[in-house]
């Protein structure tokens, strides 16, 4: 591996990182099979003990050999944004690329990237679409789909693969570090108030880490759930951004009261409210259809949004429960 001070950085890939060495692995080699000129610096921002990271960075340095790769242990209470935000401070790159641990970048990822920045004078970041691995679930298929069918100038992007100049980065707000989850939208909207966000379909990413089933998609919907209601503090609200707060809370309400009505023996009562929890899932199933085409029937296309939605409600009354939601920001 070379130094930095060995050549210019072109691009500084940052990746926050805990566990799971097999994916890291495989996303640092999706780096290395970039086509671009230019060299390259990857940022390992880990929780962990540190054990191991002689060993990691070898491995690593053997997939990316003519680029620079460092380790840094970050605290165990730290959010990801925290390892976000210090990997940025010490990238030396003209661009920043803010990536999960767990994505496969398209070959030409990096150079749709910069084409997308130099072509729009008005974009401030860009990021790409999501593509269905192999090994495609309905759960990893719909998720590809709804990223596709937003291709454009968006008002928020996930955090899967971020793209940003250095420049326009520290002259922004930062990650917001004292949310859990919902930190990527709150920057990624943020910047998006102040000139264009772009979700390119040019080239994509895929997620190695996507939920494979429904039961796995319920945890982690409910996780990424907790900080929902916590992202609006300190921002202004999109009329588009409401569906995302109301739309859980009736289906999760609905289905709940639905459930004890059933249990008292209000089985007409029961059967209408049911049917008021599915509307809503039905509508986007319907729009997702429309948009992109999603090659899954709209039975399992209801029952993914019906799950989704309902998970994102349990993950919103749990992040009021623990005290996520009031938690003040730190940065």
């Known amino acids: 591996m070379e130094s ?4 210019e950085i072109l691009v500084s890939f940052i990746i926050p990182h805990h566990g799971r060495h097999e994916m890291l692995i495989e996303t640092v ?7 671009v000129e230019g060299k390259t610096e990857v940022l390992i921002m880990s929780k962990s003990d540190g054990s191991g990271g002689d060993t990691l960075l070898e491995a690593l340095g053997d997939v990316l050999p003519d680029g620079v790769v460092d380790l840094f242990t970050i605290p165990q209470d730290k959010t990801i944004s925290y390892g976000r935000n ?73 955090g899967n693969a971020l793209f940003i100049e250095k420049e326009v980065f520290n002259s922004h707000p930062k990650f917001p570090e004292h949310l859990e989850t919902c930190e990527d939208w709150v ?17 994509n990413f ?27 503090k300190g921002r202004k609200i999109e009329l588009a951004e409401l569906p995302s707060f109301i739309v859980p809370a009736v289906v999760g309400g609905a289905a709940v009261l639905s459930a004890l009505l059933l249990l008292i023996g209000q089985f007409k009562w029961f059967v209408a409210l049911l049917i ?19 090659p899954v029937g709209l039975a399992k296309l209801l029952y993914f949004y019906f799950v989704y939605f309902l998970a994102r409600a349990v993950g919103m009354l749990k992040g009021l429960l623990s005290g996520e939601t009031f938690r003040e920001s730190r940065r």
């Open 86 to 158: 210090t990997g940025a401070d010490r990238a030396a790159g003209k661009y920043l690329a803010f990536i999960d641990a767990d994505v496969r970048l398209a070959p030409n990822w990096v150079s749709e990237m910069i084409q997308t920045l130099s072509t729009n004078s008005s974009a401030l970041l860009c990021g790409a679409v999501q593509q269905a691995d192999d090994d495609r679930t309905v759960v990893d298929i719909v998720k590809s789909s709804m990223s596709q069918a937003n291709a454009g100038v968006v008002n928020a992007l996930p």
């Open 276 to 294: 008021f929890s599915l509307l809503a899932p039905l509508l986007y199933a319907l729009r997702l259809k429309r948009k992109s085409g999603v």
């Open 187 to 203: 920057f990624t909207n943020t910047l998006a108030m102040r000139g264009e966000v772009v979700l390119s379909d040019q080239t």
């Open 29 to 35: 080699r999706s780096i290395a099979s970039q086509e």
């Open 206 to 232: 895929v997620h190695l880490g996507e939920d494979k089933n429904h039961r796995t998609l319920f945890r982690k919907e409910i996780w990424r759930g907790t900080s929902n209601l916590g992202s609006i």
């Open 4 to 7: 930095k001070s060995e050549a």
